[in-house]
């Protein structure tokens, strides 16, 4: 990447994801990677669990800033792709050439629960259809439920889910599609076949119970810190399927993300995560699925920073 004298007279405004072009229309979309931004909170469990999630969509827009330009002066004809960005640890650039498609937010309405669950699996579904990596970005963590819905023409589905948090009860109070329930739900869709849960360290003895007697592969954060990502993901995710990776941020350490809505401590570092990413094996047609839900609580320092660690592991999972 050559780094020109003259900045331009004007960047595009608001920021797109990593300054990617915008796609208006997603039936024209075509684009490796389309981003979609799903800020949708009312699957919290309130009040007990504080929101603001909805915000994050926007935040990682902005956050992106350091991280990583399409193209360079933002806003500039970016025909070749990403121009990437140079890995000093690697020796090599990630992402260069890659292209990429913001397409914008999920319209999210109110309290209409059903009818906004529905929305956010028929925009999932239409990325998917355009062949694209559909990379969701919530949003609290019941997100994932109405975008795998909409991966059903990519299944069968192996769902990798990093979090703290089992979130396997089959309800809360009664109430079944909450961020408590959503790898629960997961395991229903006739088009999942495995489920593999990273990280784990607060999790309900009955959970735990019906993740074994589901077949889940579990690995706990210890067992990650001992064993290393690249001996648990190798022993636990299955090869040559399709996989779906959900990311909760609140699998890194509570002084990483301390703007996430239910932080723990104890837990994995970047690295750890990267790490994991890394070492995915690859699927059909090229492609792991992503997406990530990000329960981050308010765009502060905290809540920057939290989409900041998650979106190298992310791409790196898929682009290495
Ligand atoms: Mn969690």
């Known amino acids: ?119 956010i699996t028929r925009a999932a579904r239409l990325v998917a259809e355009r062949g694209s990596l559909v990379v969701a970005v919530g949003g609290d963590h019941s997100i994932s439920v109405p975008v795998a819905r909409g991966m059903e023409p990519l299944g069968p589905i192996d769902v990798v889910h990093f979090d703290a948090h089992a979130d396997f009860t089959d309800h809360f109070f009664g109430a079944r599609y909450s961020h408590g329930s959503q790898l629960r739900r997961l395991s229903e869709l006739p088009f999942v076949r495995s489920i593999t849960a990273i990280g784990l360290r607060n999790v309900w003895k009955v959970e735990y119970d019906d993740l074994v007697t589901y077949g889940a592969g579990i690995a706990t954060t210890r067992d990650v810190l001992e064993s290393g990502p690249q001996e648990v993901v190798e022993r636990l995710v299955p090869k040559g399927g399709t996989l779906d990776v959900s990311i909760d941020i609140d699998v890194l350490d509570l002084p990483i993300v301390s703007g996430t809505t239910l932080p723990e401590p104890g837990g994995l570092s970047y690295r750890d995560l990267r790490g994991a990413g890394r070492c995915s094996p690859k699927g059909p047609r090229g492609g792991i699925r992503h997406r990530r839900a990000v329960p981050a609580a308010r765009p502060t320092g905290g809540h920057i920073k939290s989409h900041h660690v998650a979106d190298h592991p992310l791409l790196e999972c898929h682009f290495r």
Do not use: H
């Open 1 to 119: 990447m050559e780094l020109p004298a003259d900045p331009g007279l004007l960047w595009p405004s608001p920021r797109t994801f990593f300054g990617a072009p915008r796609c208006e229309d997603l039936e024209t979309l075509s684009a490796a990677v389309a981003f979609l931004g799903v800020p949708y909170d009312a699957g919290t469990l309130q009040p007990y669990i504080r929101t603001g999630q909805s915000a994050g969509p926007a935040a990682a827009r902005l956050s992106s800033y350091n991280q990583l330009d399409y193209a360079w002066p933002p806003g500039s004809s970016a025909s070749n792709g990403s121009l990437g960005w140079f890995d000093i640890e690697a020796k090599r650039e990630y992402l260069a050439g890659v292209t990429m498609a913001d397409c914008g937010d999920v319209a999210i309405a109110g309290a209409a629960i059903e009818q906004n669950l529905d929305r």
